[in-house]
């Protein structure tokens, strides 16, 4: 079976990779869409980081064009609400599912289930709902309990390790600007 693995972010991503290396699934392929990341040179730190890692573990990684735009045109006026992290949720979900099903893959998943930041049931719920509206099966694994672990390899190997989720918003309500 073919899986494709939306992936957050390189740090996040060395655990399930691992995970999932050998089962089920025959064949892996990374999925790098994130237009909630902001600035640019943010989003681009995190997806060379994320190149850097896939040579060394020979995962092929797909990165589709930056398109920050669809972020912000997708959460206009949720901004200060909780509802923006899971309308962000639901359409990196819904564009790897998307792409899972125009190219023949059997199933999607998401690093976003390594987090003991997000609201892990609500990620699954919308992978669940995403994977019914676009007919495409979600393969749902709780990778929470290799979070430590991922997060010590990728420092160990000097990898870059970002301190928020990566949209704006997240980055202000961390830093406190006032």
Known sequence: MKLLLH?????CALYPIRQLAGTKFEN???FYYNPN???PSEYKRRRDALREAAEKIELE???PPYRMEEYFRKIASKEGSPERCSLC???RLSETADFAKENSFDAFTTTLLISPYQDHELVKKIGEDVSREKD???YYEDFRKGFRKSQEEAKSAGMYRQRYCGCVFSELERVKVT
Not at 7 to 11: G, H
């Open 7 to 11: 992936i957050c972010c390189a740090p």
């Open 61 to 63: 990684v797909i990165y």
């Open 136 to 138: 495409v099966e979600f």
């Open 28 to 30: 892996m392929t990374g």
């Open 37 to 39: 990341i902001h600035p």
């Open 89 to 91: 949720w639901a359409l």
